[in-house]
């Protein structure tokens, strides 16, 4: 009888805990995709988090590093939200995933994990914010199971226009050498901290690794970006797969049903 009483206990505990709301001092509550979203201060920047009906065990959670609000249908945060994550972002400006830009992200990782999310984020990378979520995750592999990038942006010579890149923005290029401090184009263009570059702790910590794109992108070009990931990531050993949009250029970023991309990220975190 007394086993009895104790494996109720027990599971009177983990139903509280699953159907326990977040709540965070100085926040405002509204509606996001239908789902009640928090919105507070982290690191003298905005953020919120998005919270689902149910929350899975354990509080697995999806962060969009930049976009938020850009081809969501597409990109799987509702089909998400729906499943029982939380869905989160914090507002770092247009910096590519710069220094700053992660000491913010570290900030507001550690902020949710110690407010019961879990250790482990879901990345949502979006055109540039491959940036942020390759650079974050870099620094901080232990706190990543799975990167989403659609169409992302894996190397910063891309956004210069540097020979077989594409044709570049100079006005990004401006924003570039700002949020990263380079003090000239020779010194970005010989940067060595690019998505590209900094795999090996990803692979070693075996965080999983989807990118959706269009073979057609002359933005972030796949062959000098996602191609370029994907033969690096799988040399170390990593576990990635990429999807192909045939004859799509940039946008639209996503698909028109996100079920692949959501149930690799079920998958990985199910594992995790």
């Known amino acids: 009888m007394q086993c009895f009483l104790t494996f109720l206990t027990f599971v009177a505990l983990l139903s509280a805990h699953v159907h326990a709301e977040v709540s965070f001092e100085g926040e405002t509550l509204d509606e996001w995709q239908g789902f009640k979203r928090h919105t507070f201060q982290v690191d003298g920047c905005k953020a919120w988090v998005v919270e689902p009906k149910t929350a899975l065990p354990g509080k697995p959670w999806s962060w969009c590093m930049e976009f938020p609000d850009a081809f969501t249908e597409r990109c799987a945060a509702p089909q998400l939200l729906a499943a029982g994550f939380h869905h989160v972002h914090i507002v770092v400006g247009n910096t590519f995933g710069g220094p700053e830009a992660v000491k913010h992200f570290n900030a507001f990782h550690d902020f949710l994990v110690a407010h019961g999310l879990a250790k482990k984020a879901v990345l949502i990378g979006l055109s540039r914010g491959g940036m942020y979520a390759y650079r974050f995750a870099s620094q901080r592999p232990e706190g990543v199971s799975v990167i989403y990038g659609d169409a992302p942006l894996c190397d910063l010579k891309t956004v210069h226009g540097a020979p077989g890149y594409g044709k570049g923005n ?13 003090k000239d184009d020779a010194e970005g263009l010989a940067y060595a901290g690019n998505p590209v570059d900094i795999l090996a702790p990803l692979a070693k910590a075996k965080v999983a690794i989807i990118h959706v794109i269009g073979d057609a992108d002359d933005i972030v070009v796949p062959a000098k970006n996602s191609n370029v990931i994907e033969q690096r990531y799988r040399e170390l050993g990593g576990n990635m797969q990429v999807i192909h949009k045939i004859g799509v250029g940039h946008h639209p970023h996503g698909l028109g049903d996100p079920k692949p991309v959501v149930d ?9």
Request: charged residues 15%; without cysteine; aromatic residues 18%.
């Open 264 to 272: 690799f990220i079920l998958q990985h975190t199910a594992k995790g």
């Open 170 to 182: 100079p006005v990004e290029w401006a924003n570039v050498m700002k949020a990263y401090g380079f």
